[in-house]
């Protein structure tokens, strides 16, 4: 697992089997790495006989799968970290193992930490679902998708949540709203990354 970029290395800590390699697993595999690294170093040097089933691919491949362990257990516990709001949006944006859980949490944190203007009950009902709309719209804007545009923002608030606007009044009754929790997700975005960032930044001044 290369860490090249924090949103890359959140997705990547959890691709393997294990859904938690946290600090214990992370030092176990520290000490694992070095261990093979030595014993690679011995075979090279013809100090030590390699048994006939093992090969060199076979120690690579268990070096390879060390590293691995090692760096998804520094991103894990930096995740940790986090207070569990921007956990659950950290991994609707980015794990690959995120949950309904994730998503619904992410989508309530949103939505209450966007300091919006006073609305009645209908109105908060749609700005609710807009909030849902922005999140998914945010996590493909960060895979490189664009931003969502009103007709499919209208098409998924009234599939998802029931609720209808209209594309022709977007500008007056919404565009404030959406660019609002646009840049609050963006805000929580960047202190979900944080401290995965200076695990990033700490292995490549390590390297």
Same mark, same amino acid.
């Given at each position: 697992?290369?860490?090249?970029?924090? @949103?890359?290395?959140?997705?990547?800590?959890?691709?393997?089997s294990? =859904?938690?390699?946290?600090?214990?697993?992370?030092?176990?595999?520290?000490? /694992?790495?070095? =261990?093979?690294?030595?014993?690679?170093? @011995?075979? /090279?040097?013809?100090?030590?006989?390699?048994?006939?089933?093992?090969?060199? &691919?076979?120690? +690579?491949?268990?070096?390879?799968?060390?590293?691995?362990?090692?760096?998804?257990?520094?991103?894990?516990?930096?995740?940790a970290? *986090?207070?569990?709001?921007?956990?659950?949006?950290?991994? %609707?944006?980015?794990?690959?193992?995120?949950?309904?859980? +994730?998503?619904?949490r992410?989508?309530?944190? *949103?939505? %209450?930490?966007t300091?919006?203007? =006073?609305?009645?009950?209908?109105r908060? /009902?749609?700005?609710? &679902?807009?909030? *849902?709309?922005?999140l998914?719209?945010? @996590? #493909?804007?960060?895979?490189?998708?664009?931003?969502?545009?009103?007709? =499919?923002?209208? #098409? %998924?608030?009234?599939?998802?949540?029931?609720?209808?606007?209209?594309?022709?009044? &977007?500008?007056?009754? &919404?565009? +404030?709203?959406?660019?609002? %929790?646009?840049?609050?997700?963006?805000?929580? +975005?960047?202190?979900?990354?944080?401290?995965?960032?200076?695990?990033?930044?700490?292995?490549?001044?390590?390297?």
């Open positions: 697992m290369k860490l090249i970029s924090a @949103r890359q290395a959140w997705g990547d800590a959890y691709h393997h294990q =859904k938690s390699i946290l600090e214990a697993a992370a030092q176990r595999a520290e000490l /694992e790495l070095k =261990k093979d690294r030595i014993r690679a170093k @011995r075979i /090279e040097k013809g100090r030590q006989v390699m048994p006939a089933n093992e090969t060199r &691919w076979g120690v +690579d491949h268990s070096i390879a799968r060390c590293e691995h362990m090692l760096a998804a257990g520094l991103v894990q516990s930096a995740i970290t *986090l207070a569990p709001p921007l956990q659950h949006l950290g991994h %609707f944006l980015y794990s690959p193992i995120a949950t309904g859980i +994730d998503q619904n992410a989508h309530s944190y *949103l939505y %209450f930490s300091d919006l203007p =006073k609305m009645h009950k209908s908060q /009902e749609t700005a609710y &679902w807009l909030a *849902l709309a922005a998914y719209s945010w @996590r #493909g804007m960060v895979s490189g998708q664009e931003e969502w545009w009103p007709a =499919k923002i209208a #098409g %998924f608030l009234s599939d998802y949540g029931g609720v209808k606007i209209y594309v022709s009044q &977007w500008a007056r009754d &919404w565009a +404030d709203t959406w660019e609002a %929790f646009l840049s609050k997700v963006n805000e929580l +975005d960047a202190k979900a990354l944080a401290p995965v960032a200076n695990v990033v930044q700490k292995q490549r001044e390590a390297a």
